[in-house]
C-alpha cells in the first residue's frame, strides 16, 4: 500500500523545521482538498502542497541549511509578466537532495502568498490569483490518522471559492485555466508589467549571417525527411511569422519551428535513422491532461550544437485534436487554437519551395500575436500569445 504523502520524513522534517522558527504554514491546494474531501492525499498527486505568508521568504530561504543534506531547494520564478507578488519568486520545491526537480517521486510545494490589504495575493506558476485575507489571517487544526494539521479558516468555503464544487472528484481541472482565484482579465489588465526572468542554459545566437545559411538548409532538411515519409507538418511560432511577414527568418530567433499533429510522434520517433547523422533526436516528454499524448515536442539537434552547446536547433511541437480544437504545451504554457488552422493546410513558396503553413494563416498569426505585422523581438511566447488557454496573467 502506498504510503500517505502526510506521512513520509520529508514532510515530517519540513513542519518541524517551520515549526521550531516560529513559520506559520497550512495545507493548501490539491493537499488540502484531498484531506478535506477524503481524509487523505489525492492518489494521483506525488507532491504535497502547503503556503507560508510571503513576508517570511527571506526567514525561510535561509534555514536551507537545516534541510540539507537530506533535501534542497528550487526556487520557483514568476512567469506572469505582472507586478502581482513582491520579488520573483512565487514558490519553493523542497526535493530530496539529488533528485532533479522534474524527475522528483516526490517532493513539497511551499508557495509564497502575500498580504495586500484585505487580500492575499500569489501567483501560480503565471496566472495571478488571489482570496479574502480572512482565510489566512488565521489558521484551523484538522486532526487525521492522529495528527494535527493546520489548514486556512472557513475551509470548506475557501475550496468552494476555489474549486467550485469540490466535494465531486473532477477528473479534469487545470489550475491556471478552471481555479475560481484566477484574477479577472479587467483587472489583470490594469496590473503594470514586468519583463520575465529566465536563466539561459547555454550561449544563444541569432540567425544572422553563416548561422542564417545554415538553418534555412536545415530546415530544407527536415522538410525532404518528413515529406519522404509521408509526416504531415507546417511551419509554426516565430519560423512561420518570419516567413509570412518578412519573406525569410527573424534574425533575432535562435532556432525553427514546426507543427506535426500529435498523432504522429511516435512515427517520427521511429525515423531516428533517417535524421541521423545530420541530427539527434531528443523527445520531450510531458504529464498533463491538457493533451491525450505524453509527447510535447522533438528537438532536433546537430552534432555542432552538441558539441558546444548553444541554442542552435529545430523543434517539432505536437499538436494534438480533441473535439474542434488543437491543444499544446510550448515553454510550460498550454495553447489551444481552432482545428480549421491545422486540419488543412495552405502553401507558401520559400527558398524556391512550396512549404506547408496554416490555412487562414493571417489569422493564425493574429491570434498568436495581435499586430504580427508590426515587428517586436521582445515577444514573450509564454505569456503575449493569444493561443495560451491560462488565465490571469
Not at 220 to 229: A, H, M
Not at 272 to 292: Q, R
Not at 345 to 362: A, N, Y
Request: net charge positive; glycine share 4%; aromatic share 12%.
Amino acid at each position: 500500500m502506498k504510503k500517505d504523502l502526510l506521512q513520509k520524513k520529508m514532510f515530517k522534517d519540513t513542519m518541524r523545521i517551520l515549526n521550531k522558527h516560529h513559520i506559520p504554514f497550512w495545507l493548501d491546494s490539491g493537499t488540502l482538498l484531498g484531506i478535506i474531501r477524503d481524509k487523505k492525499c489525492i492518489i494521483r498527486h506525488k507532491n504535497i502542497d502547503i503556503a507560508i505568508p510571503g513576508k517570511y521568504y527571506e526567514k525561510f530561504i535561509n534555514l536551507q541549511k537545516e534541510f540539507s543534506p537530506k533535501y534542497r531547494f528550487k526556487e520557483m520564478l514568476d512567469r506572469s509578466g505582472r507586478i502581482w507578488i513582491d520579488g520573483n519568486v512565487t514558490r519553493i520545491k523542497i526535493l530530496k537532495y539529488f533528485e532533479k526537480h522534474r524527475n522528483a517521486s516526490s517532493y513539497i510545494n511551499v508557495s509564497l502568498k502575500f498580504k495586500k490589504e484585505d487580500k492575499y495575493r500569489w501567483v501560480d506558476k503565471r496566472s495571478c490569483k488571489w482570496v479574502d485575507s480572512h482565510f489566512f489571517d488565521s489558521l484551523d487544526k484538522i486532526s487525521i490518522q492522529e495528527n494535527e494539521y493546520p489548514v486556512p479558516s472557513d475551509v470548506k468555503n475557501y475550496l468552494k471559492l476555489r474549486y467550485g464544487n469540490w466535494k465531486s472528484p473532477q477528473k479534469y481541472w487545470i489550475s491556471g485555466i478552471h481555479d475560481n482565484s484566477i484574477v479577472e482579465d479587467k483587472v489583470i489588465k490594469k496590473i503594470p508589467a514586468k519583463k520575465r526572468i529566465r536563466k539561459p542554459k547555454k550561449k544563444r545566437i541569432e540567425l544572422k549571417g553563416k548561422y542564417r545559411k545554415r538553418m534555412k538548409k536545415m530546415v530544407l532538411d527536415v522538410i525532404d525527411i518528413l515529406e519522404k515519409n509521408n509526416i504531415p507538418y507546417w511551419l509554426d511560432e516565430g519560423t512561420l511569422l518570419g516567413i509570412v511577414r518578412d519573406g525569410d527568418l527573424l534574425p533575432w530567433d535562435h532556432d525553427a519551428d514546426f507543427g506535426v499533429p500529435g498523432e504522429y510522434a511516435q512515427e517520427i520517433l521511429k525515423l531516428k535513422s533517417k535524421f541521423f547523422p545530420k541530427f539527434f533526436v531528443k523527445k520531450n516528454k510531458t504529464k498533463s491532461i491538457w493533451m491525450p499524448g505524453n509527447i510535447r515536442s522533438i528537438k532536433l539537434k546537430t552534432p555542432f550544437e552538441r558539441l558546444v552547446r548553444i541554442n542552435f536547433h529545430i523543434d517539432l511541437f505536437f499538436k494534438y485534436k480533441i473535439d474542434n480544437s488543437y491543444h499544446w504545451i510550448i515553454m510550460n504554457a498550454l495553447k489551444h487554437a481552432d482545428s480549421r488552422f491545422f486540419d488543412k493546410l495552405d502553401t507558401i513558396t520559400w527558398e524556391g519551395r512550396e512549404v506547408k503553413i496554416p490555412s487562414h494563416v493571417e489569422e493564425y498569426l493574429e491570434l498568436n500575436y495581435g499586430d504580427w505585422r508590426t515587428p517586436d523581438p521582445d515577444f514573450d511566447p509564454s505569456v503575449d500569445s493569444g493561443t495560451i488557454a491560462e488565465k490571469g496573467f
